[in-house]
């Protein structure tokens, strides 16, 4: 990740840092990893197949539920008291060099002539006081940016919001992530529209959650919130798709009952272990 977004270059830091993530999945009894991407990623280096467990990030069903979404709480945060009335498209996460968050703001531009549409960006990262800048030089009066914000107000957050955001920067790497806020925003029955290609891209289709976009294309993602901002019955449908696939698919207390099954195979196996050298020994 930090080579794809330019953060350092190939050097000798570089190479000990696969040698270490390397030596750690050759020696661990198992490895857990969050995509089938990352497993086929790590069988390439040679670590067996046999070893590698893939359980998928999940979310909490019963903090972000829908009808945690809903009171007054919206308007006693600082930043959303013009929120009332307006249509909002929410990107809330980190602003970092992964995101391309500047695409956000390009297609901010694009869809002034709604004048009821709001984007909204929460939280922090590396990029963001370049952002931050660089909103105002554009005079984007539609874009409302806020600091990050401590989870008991995620619920509050989501209760304005119309459409959520999900974006990286268009680099192959990307094609083997699934950001948590995907899942999230189906949760919360918030259509997504989303700008990742890849496993994320496959999710979301497989979902029928919200709509797919070029990575980096102000157009097409400006295309995308003109779609929804005028179908409310669309809208209606991906979200409640969209809750029917993580009730089924991504419920973190399942997902951990399956982690669970894992590290109790794994302490079972090590027992059989030490037994049977015992057994050997024995008179």
Same mark, same amino acid.
């Given at each position: ?27 661990? #009894?198992? @490895? =857990? ?5 990352? /497993?086929?990623? +790590?069988? %390439? ?95 984007? #009066?539609? @874009? =409302? ?5 401590? /989870?008991?107000? +995620?619920? %509050? ?110 302490? %079972? ?15």
């Amino acid at each position: 990740s930090i080579v794809a977004v330019g953060a350092v270059r190939r050097n000798l830091l570089l190479r000990w840092l696969v040698w270490l993530a390397n030596f750690a999945y050759r020696h661990a #009894d198992r @490895v =857990v990893c969050v995509t089938d991407s990352f /497993k086929e990623a +790590m069988i %390439a280096e040679g670590i067996p197949a046999a070893k590698i467990e893939v359980i998928k990030s999940g979310v909490d069903l019963e903090f972000f539920s829908p009808e945690r979404s809903v009171g007054p709480e919206a308007g006693r945060i600082p930043g959303l008291e013009n929120t009332q009335g307006k249509f909002v498209v929410s990107y809330v996460g980190t602003h970092g060099m992964a995101h391309g968050l500047d695409t956000v703001l390009s297609a901010a531009e694009l869809v002034r002539d709604l004048p009821d549409v709001l984007f909204l960006l929460v939280g922090d990262g590396a990029e963001r006081a370049n952002l931050v800048k660089q909103r105002d030089i554009m005079r984007l #009066d539609n @874009v =409302v940016m806020l600091d990050q914000q401590p /989870k008991t107000r +995620m619920p %509050a957050i989501w209760a304005v919001t119309d459409v959520s955001l999900v974006v990286l920067k268009n680099q192959p790497l990307f094609r083997t992530v699934i950001p948590s806020k995907i899942v999230e925003s189906m949760a919360m029955m918030k259509p997504v529209v989303l700008g990742v290609r890849g496993e994320s891209e496959a999710l979301l289709q497989e979902s029928q959650a919200g709509l797919c976009v070029q990575p980096g294309s102000p157009v097409q993602l400006a295309r995308a919130v003109r779609r929804l901002h005028g179908d409310a019955d669309e809208r209606r449908a991906m979200g409640l798709a969209g809750r029917k696939f993580v009730e089924q698919h991504c419920n973190r207390l399942v997902l951990a009952a399956r982690y669970a099954v894992v590290l109790n195979d794994l302490i %079972a196996e090590k027992a059989r272990r030490a037994e049977s050298p015992a057994r050997d020994s024995a008179p």
